[in-house]
């Protein structure tokens, strides 16, 4: 990775540490800011410096960085309830970045890709969840899941809007560079 790059991938790990601890209780499960961060980055980065982004997020928390949801940070988040939602982040910002980086000039794509990823993350998470919590897979859903689809239905649209706007901002910023 050159420089521009690394640093491009540092200020958007970054974005994401600031905005993943900002979350609201409901249940065993935050609705938190990460997979808003997580779509956002995917949207307005290349393959390779968003999923970067998303794993360095990963193991900085996993170092004890406070930057999980609630401001926690430790390995035992990832091995905890919703563990499977933070390793769910990796295949949700593969397939949002594959997908756009693909289609970009497809601006249905933006939200396409968010909503697949996010059901990859949901799968992910609750799939750890049910196996943690020893709980029927159709409870960790009305747990896991379906308190969160208007939230995330939300993010979504923010995320895509603003990855739309965003990803030929910077694209035109580094070919200046």
Known sequence: MKIKKMTFCAVLTALICILAPV???AGPIPISLATFAVMLVAAVADFKISVTAVCLYILLGAFGLPVFSGFAGGF???IG?????????IPCAVIIALLIGKFENKKFVYPLSMVLGVAVCYAAGTAWYVFQTKT????????????FIPADCIKIAVASLLGI????????AFSKL
């Open 23 to 25: 979350s609201f209780p």
């Open 136 to 147: 029927a897979a159709a409870a960790a859903i009305a747990t896991c899941v379906i308190p």
């Open 81 to 89: 309830v919703t563990g499977g939602y933070i390793i769910g982040y």
């Open 76 to 78: 035992q988040k990832l």
């Open 165 to 172: 706007i965003l990803r030929k901002r910077f694209r035109v």
